[in-house]
């Protein structure tokens, strides 16, 4: 049996949900797969004994000395495993090592960040990458336009495939199959308007505050929905910005399914990550891109690279420039007309949804570390 651990230094409590959806197909090929991670035990909900953490081992509590122990402790746990795959740069330089120890060890390279302005790493980490880009056995990335740029960018030689941060159509169906009553955060002044739903960070500086400037222009023809995280202080802001109009609510973060549920029963979903603030932004690859089109949401989107080509050959909804902004974003796509909930479910299951969008990836990851 192959034994394969995945190494992440990121919190995929709450986030970098492919690493789990990763971990549960490669289970389904009787192979025991481990993920070593950040996050406390504790933080991971459906923990079975397949999650370690190396915060909660006993250097875990020493900030600084646990960021080098835990390269340490990643070395000295790859003699039990066959198979290694490194998210990300963190662990990057320990791969390098143990393809070196042991030449017959697979190293994988799974991207879910590239490193810029907006998200950073040490320079001794990202200027030992630059030489050693090729090193892995294989390297997947979370967008094809994030491939091209990784290839060109950094010499990289070989395939690299691509697993767009999308969920499984069978997630979606269990979790709208829950039948959560999500009726008490469908209570609208008028419910005969179609909904935008909104979930994600709840500060004002940001992508909320714009959305929330341009909720006025729309009153009497959408709601304005919600879902947000943060600091009770940051809520308690928005809050007071939501009361003054008359098409808004707001919420806390909800669980996955809750989520699943209510953005079924609404009509538009909004995303915005500004492409000119760095290059994980330029091309971002949001999963939550992917949670609304699985329940047939139409998309008001910022114009990313690569978004932007899957909504407009699909589509799914309307990308604006920064000059257009959120609010004509929105215009534009009331003035088109919505797509239907149908067609853009069906588009999720023909392309996007992790069954189909993985296979090829998967394919050759079986094949390469010999499970077909």
Not at 229 to 238: K, L
Request: charged content about 25%; some cysteine; proline content about 2%.
């Amino acid at each position: 049996m192959q034994k394969i651990c995945i190494l992440t230094w990121h919190d995929i409590s709450s986030a970098y949900a492919c690493l789990h959806y990763l971990k549960d197909e490669l289970l389904q090929e009787v192979v025991a797969v481990d993920i070593w991670g950040f996050s406390h035990s504790s933080q991971i909900i459906d923990n079975n004994g397949y999650y370690h953490s190396f915060t909660d081992s006993w250097y875990g509590k020493i900030r600084r000395f646990r960021v080098y122990m835990s390269k340490l402790h990643a070395l000295l746990i790859s003699f039990n495993y066959d198979v290694i795959i490194l998210n990300d740069l963190s662990f990057y330089r320990c791969g390098y090592i143990i393809n070196k120890l042991f030449p017959n060890k697979k190293i994988i390279h799974y991207n879910t960040e590239i490193h810029g302005s907006d998200v950073t790493f040490p320079h001794h980490t990202v200027s030992f990458y630059k030489k050693h880009a090729n090193y892995p056995d294989m390297i997947i990335e979370c967008l094809k336009e994030r491939a091209d740029y990784r290839k060109k960018e950094f010499g990289i030689r070989q395939k690299i495939y691509v697993i767009d941060n999308t969920l499984p159509k069978s997630e979606v169906q269990k979790a709208l199959a829950a039948d959560v009553d999500v009726s008490k955060y469908l209570q609208f002044k008028n419910n005969k308007l179609p909904t935008l739903i909104y979930a994600g960070g709840c500060n004002l500086s940001r992508n909320l505050g714009d959305i929330l400037k341009c909720a006025t222009d729309f009153s009497g023809k959408l709601n304005f929905l919600f879902f947000c995280y943060g600091s009770s202080i940051d809520f308690q802001r928005v809050q007071s910005v939501v009361d003054i109009n008359d098409n808004c609510y707001l919420y806390k973060a909800v669980d996955r399914v809750t989520l699943l549920n209510v953005m079924a029963k609404c009509d538009i979903g909004i995303q915005y990550y500004d492409p000119t603030f760095g290059i994980n932004h330029y091309l971002a690859s949001p999963s939550k891109f992917y949670e609304y089109i699985s329940v047939g949401l139409n998309v008001v989107s910022s114009n990313n690279h690569g978004i932007d080509r899957m909504i407009n050959d699909h589509d799914l909804g309307v990308c604006f420039t920064n000059e257009e902004g959120i609010k004509g974003g929105i215009k534009k796509l009331l003035a088109k007309g919505l797509n239907s909930r149908e067609n853009i479910k069906r588009t999720f299951e023909k392309y996007f949804c992790y069954e189909v969008d993985s296979k090829e990836a998967l394919d050759a990851m079986r094949k390469l570390i010999d499970i077909q």
